[in-house]
Each structure stands twice: as C-alpha cells, then as structure tokens.
C-alpha cells in the first residue's frame, strides 16, 4: 500500500482541519491505520489510531476529546478531524499503515508510511 497524506495548513488557535489519507492498492481494508505528528526539533509522537474496519480507535491523551479517526474503506481513505487546535499542535502529520492486529501507538509498529501534510496553528 502506498500512502498520500493531505490536509494541513495555517489555522488560528481553535481552528479545525480534516486530514486525509488516500491509499493506492486493493488491500486497504487490512491494515490498522495510523496518525502520527511531529513537531520541529522533537520526536514523532502518536497521535490517533484505527481498526481494519474502522469499529475501535485510540488516541493520545493530547487530543483525545479533539481529533476523530475515521476510515472509508471503499474509498481507501483515512481521516483525521482535528478541532480546537492549539499552537502546540503544530506539526507535520503522518499516516501510516501497520499490519498488526493492535492498535499500535510506536512508530515501529507502522510498515508503511505517507509524506508529511503540515498543520501549523497560530495564536
């Protein structure tokens, strides 16, 4: 599978996006899906996390209550709404698609990963 990531911008504080993610391939729907971010000068942190069929998510503590996860397996998609945005979520987001069966929260977990969409928020 082949991942596109897109989305990010320049938001104020308080702001929404929704990240995509499209997949190339027919094997979608078999792998978990996950969100991961990066700020400047800090490590990859996960952030969000899907089942293959999109019934069970996981989020960080960061964002939980913020950001949804979703999956559109017939379109090969993953989302990532993101609202009430604060500047510290300012980061380069990444998918990234893992062939475990848990729900992976580490970056080592993820066999396959998106090129970074940035999502900067401004006070």
């Known amino acids: 599978v082949q991942l596109q990531a897109s989305g990010g911008g320049l938001v104020q504080a308080g702001g929404s996006l929704r990240l995509s993610c499209a997949a190339s391939g027919r094997t979608f729907s078999r792998y978990v899906m996950g969100w991961f971010r990066q700020a400047p000068e800090k490590e990859r942190e996960f952030v969000a996390a899907i089942s293959r069929s999109g019934g069970r998510t996981y989020y960080a503590d960061s964002v939980k209550g913020r950001f949804t996860i979703s999956r559109d397996n017939a379109k090969n998609i993953v989302y990532l709404q993101v609202n009430s945005l604060r500047p510290e979520d300012t980061a380069d987001y990444y998918c990234?698609?893992?062939?475990?069966?848990?729900?992976?929260?580490?970056?080592?977990?993820?066999?396959?990963w998106g090129q970074g969409t940035q999502v900067t928020v401004s006070s």
């Open positions: 990234a698609a893992s062939r475990a069966d848990g729900l992976g929260t580490h970056s080592y977990e993820y066999d396959t």
